[in-house]
């Protein structure tokens, strides 16, 4: 280890020379360095363990004093003062108002300038140690911060005494307000009862994994993974827990999103590819139908029935087009359209359907629900999806379909199955809420089929707007879908 480094400033250098050799006399153990100023000490600084700082006086040395301060941040160097004012109370205080740690006036006793020195010289190491410290605090916040995990420290009786941001944001807490609260009260009420056993297995030296339900701050439920790693003290014996958390079961959710949009993007590829196919079929159709028109000119009832064929193929062409669009994420066609206007349209054929009473609840609160895109191609995925949840409910029941404005930040926009970039929109929730439990996010039975190719056409759809759709099956609920739609710009 390197032997102390005393800096000696001074803008007098007979002055600086003379502190200088009056150090070394007394304290030979150390280095030392000159400087004339604080800007021509910056070689030194990082390595200085203390200032001896030369002045005809401190209030005319507070601006070098302030300057070294910043220069020197975050790291604490004791400065000590040789001034040409006088001893005393009146001088001590003034030292301390300009903010040296020790101040002496000449003639300096060589003794007690080496003594003031050693004193300072402590000072210095654990102002040191303090910021290696605080360094690796950082470092370590940031690591744990930036975790996949919550983490959380708690003591005996399971009372939190640290949490990670991760931690709180899993948890649906704040931090700060975690601290002091016990693991218990966070739990939803069917878990209280066994958590005092996870708890005295710990207490006897055993890691536990165990499935816990969190309520958080808004009262939602937050099914988590917890590993609680006991901590023992300097005599061995239970001094608390290292608690991990982790969100398994939403990571398996994004990566069935993951598959199921993978899926979904594939069925409607294909079906674009088979629409691209037919429109050829389609084409050769339609000419040779435009050609048997005009040679019936003197069969005016024929030629009306080739009219009624090329009618339906235009019909035929212009759905046809629809599907290519969809299959290959591409809108036929863009403009304004309001989603509320749809929804509404949507809600009155869902309740006039014939096969089974379906209750349609709109809560659409949304204060703006215009995109941009194509309307009949948004109408025909907001038809196919809202039948696809009304096909899930065997006995009828009732639907939810509500809309809100959200702002998706940078953060907000990971690990969606499909991506998309930060903005304004419209978030459209289509539910089912007849409570009867959905094994699957497409609903099995001899519709099966169909109902994959509806879901299919609706993720082309949504994609091609440069919006999301998520499917799940909130627990003891039916289906349920959530949408995201870019807003248009206002104005």
Known sequence: MPSP???VISENPRRSRALADLAGEHLPDWRLATAASVDAAQGHLEACDVVLLATSGLAAAAPAIRHLREQTFPLYIPILAVTEEGRGSAAEQKSLEAGVDDALAEPVPGDELAARIRILLTVSQVSRDLATVRRREAVYRQVIDQAAVGLCLVDQEAVITFASQPMADLAGHDAQHLVGKRIEDLLAEEYRRT???????????QME??????LGDDGRRRPLTALSHPVLDEAGRFAGCVVAWADLAGRDRR???ARLAERM???ARLAGQLAHDFN???TIILGNAALL??????????AGLVTEIIRAGEKAAALNRRLVAMGFGRLAAAAAVDVHELLEKIADEMRQSPDKPIRVDLELTAEASITQGDEEQLHTALLHLAQTLRDAMPYGGAMTIATRKVTLEPVDCQDRPVPIPPGDYLELTVADRSAVPVPAAVPAGPQHEAAELNL????AAIRAHGGSIELNTPEGQGLACLLLLPLAAQG
């Open 280 to 282: 050829n079929s389609l």
């Open 195 to 205: 958590f005092p056993q996870h708890l005295s297995r710990c207490r006897q030296g």
């Open 293 to 302: 028109r005009r040679s019936l000119n003197n069969q005016p009832e024929a």
């Open 209 to 214: 994994v165990h499935e816990l339900v969190l």
């Open 255 to 257: 990566e069935h999103q």
């Open 456 to 459: 299919a056409g609706v993720f």
């Open 5 to 7: 480094l005393l800096l």
């Open 265 to 267: 993007d594939s069925v």
